[in-house]
Nanobody, 115 residues
Framework: QVQLVESGGGLVQPGGSLRLSCAAS????????MGWHRQAPGKQRELVAF???????NYGDFVKGRFSISRDNAANTVYLQMNSLKPEDTAVYYC?????????WGQGTQVTVSS
């Protein structure tokens, strides 16, 4: 059973930065895609960013150059650097990883942007 463990969430002031990490419990699987989604209270889960094994990235429209996703393929770890955070970025951030038809999700980490 693959587990994804997120870390790095917390409380940050508007304009601040956070770096989220997500590590898979196994290195025996090479995930085609790793990424992040988020879900704010009362809203649907939405894509934040994803990155392929080859380094191709895609971001949600709201990111607008503020976030950067990266991954360490050997360590099966994906990172999300978030800068210029806004109160509307407050949400639970979920890591996910996909291999062929299998998609795995982490438990989520809370990000709160507030003064």
């Amino acid at each position: 059973q693959v587990q994804l463990v997120e870390s790095g969430g917390g409380l940050v002031q508007p304009g601040g930065s956070l770096r989220l990490s997500c590590a898979a419990s196994t290195r025996s699987i090479s995930f085609d895609v790793m990424g992040w989604h988020r879900q704010a209270p009362g809203k649907q889960r939405e894509l934040v960013a994803f990155i392929t094994t080859g380094g191709v990235t895609n971001y949600g429209d709201f990111v607008k150059g503020r976030f950067s996703i990266s991954r360490d393929n050997a360590a099966n770890t994906v990172y999300l650097q978030m800068n210029s955070l806004k109160p509307e970025d407050t949400a639970v951030y979920y890591c996910n990883a996909a291999r062929e038809a299998n998609i795995y999700w982490g438990q989520g980490t809370q990000v709160t942007v507030s003064s």
